[in-house]
């Protein structure tokens, strides 16, 4: 009360609420565009990795189907960048899923020569590289600033979402039905949709100031390599970015090494056929899906920098404890009641699977720590014209460094044993956190990471 009047007190309105990022419409469409193709894309993988093994009845040449999926994101990565850079992103990511459904039409065709199915992905892949790297860089284009973080956790779940769609469900359940032609069939009218999405687009920024170019000048081509060195030298001189590359790419690296270990894996260690492996492993689309939901949270709350740490040094202690399924089915082996490859059964599924899928789940979890806070950084830091090189040159390290491993990695489970292996990936995850908790400490002591060259903070 004031002179016998009551007091007003005038509540603040609240504050509003942030919008969905998918209630963005340029975001949905680009986001519909890359789950609807990838899911298609994957499903294909698992149909050539299903036809090459039956019509050769060996894993030499499925090694070679995956190296034809691998080594041209490596030697067209260098052109890439520059391409996604200077061309119309909206027009590139309308030409890359139109060719992809016209490769899709081509698998069909070559369905019983593994030849011509291996030489077709090698143009599949270069054509998802570009996809892949425009589809990136266009994010921070249709979203603002402080959706970023948003828009790359659903990104991720696109990644994730679609590996499991295509690779878990279209793929196994499409193949023993209506067979390699209806898988090809129905991944034509999935790119062709895609199409539809990326054409609904507006112009992106970049594109509606300087006109949608279709075609870009021969001496930007020819100096691809020239500015692929100079993309490298801007990211030494930025810390932050420099680190953040690193994260994303040890991340791409460990999907392609844990796709080659999984088959041995289940044949050495659980004793299951190979292809129960999708649900075995179900829990780590399941975990990836969880940790991609409570990402925003979670770098809200620790950072970027630290979200990612977080991840890398959960996926170390998710490797080890699957590598440790191997001496503990030795223990329990002499064992009557928990004898794993007894006939006791929980479920059907012995303690070994049930101990992998307990596993898996947190795998997943933490592995979805660790490529969306990176993208960001990587977003966020990278000069505007140059984005399209930083992404390429991103595809280009993860696969470079995942070459050798994908052909050793075998070969060396097969000489020591998975657990090894499991072990050896666990300790360059560990090493990695190490490294970004020094740098961490580093910056902190400083007050702030330091600024990206050129770019304001």
């Given at each position: 009360m004031r002179n016998g009047s009551p007091q007003l007190t005038l509540k603040r309105p609240p504050a509003p609420r942030p919008r969905p990022v998918l209630g963005n419409r340029n975001f949905l469409l680009l986001w519909l565009a890359q789950l609807i193709s990838q899911s298609a894309q994957n499903a294909i993988l698992f149909t050539l990795l299903v036809l090459v093994t039956s019509l050769t009845q060996g894993s030499t040449y499925t090694s070679i189907l995956v190296l034809a999926f691998v080594v041209p994101s490596v030697v067209f990565g260098v052109f890439s960048g520059v391409i996604v850079d200077v061309w119309s992103k909206r027009l590139l990511l309308v030409y890359?899923?139109?060719?992809r459904a016209l490769f899709a039409v081509l698998f069909l065709l070559s369905r019983d020569h593994v030849a011509g199915l291996i030489a077709i992905s090698v143009f599949f892949s270069t054509a998802s590289q570009l996809f892949g790297t425009t589809d990136a860089v266009t994010v921070p284009f249709v979203v603002k600033k402080d959706e970023l973080i948003a828009a790359n956790s659903m990104f991720s779940l696109a990644v994730t979402g679609s590996q499991l769609l295509g690779m878990i469900f279209l793929g196994p359940i499409l193949l023993p039905t209506v067979g390699a032609v209806g898988v090809f069939t129905a991944t034509t009218v999935m790119f062709a949709i895609s199409v539809g999405?990326?054409?609904?687009l507006p112009p992106i920024e970049h594109d509606a100031i300087h006109g949608e170019r279709k075609l870009p000048a021969w001496s930007e081509i020819r100096e691809a390599g020239a500015d692929y060195v100079q993309t490298l030298r801007t990211l030494k001189r930025d810390a932050v970015a420099a680190l953040a590359l690193v994260h994303y790419a040890t991340g791409s690296s460990?999907?392609?090494?844990f796709a080659v270990l999984v088959p041995r894996y289940m044949q050495a260690i659980l004793k299951v056929a190979p292809d129960k492996a999708v649900t075995i492993f179900a829990p780590v689309g399941i975990g990836a899906i969880l940790g991609l939901r409570a990402l925003p949270m979670i770098v809200a709350r620790f950072g970027k920098n630290r979200t990612v740490i977080i991840g890398l040094l959960g996926l170390a202690l998710c490797l080890v404890a699957l590598g440790l399924i191997e001496p503990i089915a030795i223990l329990l082996k002499h064992t009557e009641s928990l004898n794993p490859f007894g006939r006791e059964r929980a479920g059907g599924l012995s303690i070994l699977v049930l101990m992998t899928m307990a596993f898996a789940g947190p795998?997943?979890?933490?592995?979805?720590?660790?490529?969306?806070p990176a993208q960001t950084v990587l977003h966020e830091r990278a000069p505007l014209e140059m984005r399209g090189r930083v992404f390429a040159a991103q595809v280009v390290l993860a696969n470079a460094a995942g070459v050798l491993p994908l052909i050793v990695a075998g070969s060396v489970a097969d000489i020591f044993g998975v657990s090894p292996v499991l072990f050896a990936i666990a300790m360059v995850m560990a090493s990695i956190a190490g490294v970004s908790v020094y740098l961490e400490m580093k910056w902190s002591q400083a007050g702030r990471p330091p600024p990206a060259p050129g770019v304001a903070a």
């Amino acid at each position: 009360m004031r002179n016998g009047s009551p007091q007003l007190t005038l509540k603040r309105p609240p504050a509003p609420r942030p919008r969905p990022v998918l209630g963005n419409r340029n975001f949905l469409l680009l986001w519909l565009a890359q789950l609807i193709s990838q899911s298609a894309q994957n499903a294909i993988l698992f149909t050539l990795l299903v036809l090459v093994t039956s019509l050769t009845q060996g894993s030499t040449y499925t090694s070679i189907l995956v190296l034809a999926f691998v080594v041209p994101s490596v030697v067209f990565g260098v052109f890439s960048g520059v391409i996604v850079d200077v061309w119309s992103k909206r027009l590139l990511l309308v030409y890359t899923n139109a060719a992809r459904a016209l490769f899709a039409v081509l698998f069909l065709l070559s369905r019983d020569h593994v030849a011509g199915l291996i030489a077709i992905s090698v143009f599949f892949s270069t054509a998802s590289q570009l996809f892949g790297t425009t589809d990136a860089v266009t994010v921070p284009f249709v979203v603002k600033k402080d959706e970023l973080i948003a828009a790359n956790s659903m990104f991720s779940l696109a990644v994730t979402g679609s590996q499991l769609l295509g690779m878990i469900f279209l793929g196994p359940i499409l193949l023993p039905t209506v067979g390699a032609v209806g898988v090809f069939t129905a991944t034509t009218v999935m790119f062709a949709i895609s199409v539809g999405c990326a054409w609904l687009l507006p112009p992106i920024e970049h594109d509606a100031i300087h006109g949608e170019r279709k075609l870009p000048a021969w001496s930007e081509i020819r100096e691809a390599g020239a500015d692929y060195v100079q993309t490298l030298r801007t990211l030494k001189r930025d810390a932050v970015a420099a680190l953040a590359l690193v994260h994303y790419a040890t991340g791409s690296s460990l999907v392609l090494l844990f796709a080659v270990l999984v088959p041995r894996y289940m044949q050495a260690i659980l004793k299951v056929a190979p292809d129960k492996a999708v649900t075995i492993f179900a829990p780590v689309g399941i975990g990836a899906i969880l940790g991609l939901r409570a990402l925003p949270m979670i770098v809200a709350r620790f950072g970027k920098n630290r979200t990612v740490i977080i991840g890398l040094l959960g996926l170390a202690l998710c490797l080890v404890a699957l590598g440790l399924i191997e001496p503990i089915a030795i223990l329990l082996k002499h064992t009557e009641s928990l004898n794993p490859f007894g006939r006791e059964r929980a479920g059907g599924l012995s303690i070994l699977v049930l101990m992998t899928m307990a596993f898996a789940g947190p795998l997943g979890f933490t592995y979805a720590l660790v490529n969306a806070p990176a993208q960001t950084v990587l977003h966020e830091r990278a000069p505007l014209e140059m984005r399209g090189r930083v992404f390429a040159a991103q595809v280009v390290l993860a696969n470079a460094a995942g070459v050798l491993p994908l052909i050793v990695a075998g070969s060396v489970a097969d000489i020591f044993g998975v657990s090894p292996v499991l072990f050896a990936i666990a300790m360059v995850m560990a090493s990695i956190a190490g490294v970004s908790v020094y740098l961490e400490m580093k910056w902190s002591q400083a007050g702030r990471p330091p600024p990206a060259p050129g770019v304001a903070a």
